[in-house]
């Protein structure tokens, strides 16, 4: 009767340990399963919305993968699954790269693009004659009446769009080619070109003025809002 009762013990044990087992195997694939339609489901995310949510999606890919490959142990004939595993693995490694070289990419194209006020500067003055140095050794005799031409003209044509700081780099750049005009007329301006100058002159001073107070004023008016 002991030996009947032992046996029967020992019985429920076994089943016990097995359905324990089977449940651990059930849950590891689930945590497989789980893996392997998170990075598949990768691929059906736009590729800026993947590149804008890298950090959080490599935190839960992080953390759904050392789920996986700690579930690997429970599953008893586990080649699949760590065939799947791996090919998952392999996926996101591509997807990782891909991402990486999107953001190195968008990194360069920032460091080599001007920025607001070098745009403002070739506008005015031509491509990439004028850089931060605001040197002006480049304008000469020959050539200023052009570049007062390009400067006021480009300004009337603008002068909507510019904001308050606009306008005062503009006053900046203006102050500096009025300076080298000083050098200029020592070195041959002619008399014509000069007077044509003082005409642009006469024509920048007034629209500098009232266009930066309306700025200024359009500034004040959405502090406001």
């Known amino acids: 009767m002991k030996n009947t009762k032992l046996a029967l013990g020992l019985a429920v044990i076994a089943i016990g340990f097995t359905s324990c087992k089977d449940e651990k195997a059930e849950q590891a694939e689930k945590k497989v399963d789980s893996y392997v339609m998170y990075v598949d489901s990768l691929g059906n995310v736009a590729a800026a919305d993947v590149a804008g949510n890298w950090d959080g999606i490599e935190a839960s890919y992080e953390l759904r993968a050392g789920e996986a490959e700690m579930a690997i142990a429970d599953i008893k004939d586990n080649a699949d699954a760590q065939a799947r595993l791996d090919a998952s693995r392999a996926k996101y490694e591509a997807l ?27 506008t005015l003055f031509g491509e990439g004659k004028m850089g931060e140095d605001m040197n002006f050794n480049w304008v000469n005799a020959a050539n200023i009446h052009n570049v007062y031409q390009q400067f006021v003209h480009t300004v009337e044509d603008n002068k909507d769009k510019y904001s308050r700081e606009d ?18 007329e020592k070195e041959g301006l002619s008399a014509e070109d000069n007077r044509k100058i003082a005409g642009l002159k006469v024509k920048f001073a007034p629209m500098y003025t009232l266009n930066r107070m309306g700025a200024k004023s359009g500034e004040m008016q959405r502090a406001k809002e």
């Open 96 to 122: 990782k790269a891909e991402v990486e070289a999107q953001k190195m990419a968008a990194a360069a194209a920032i460091a080599t693009a001007p920025n607001n006020k070098q745009q403002m500067r070739n």
């Open 167 to 184: 306008w005062d780099e503009i006053k900046l750049m203006y102050e500096a080619l009025d300076s080298r005009k000083n050098t200029v």
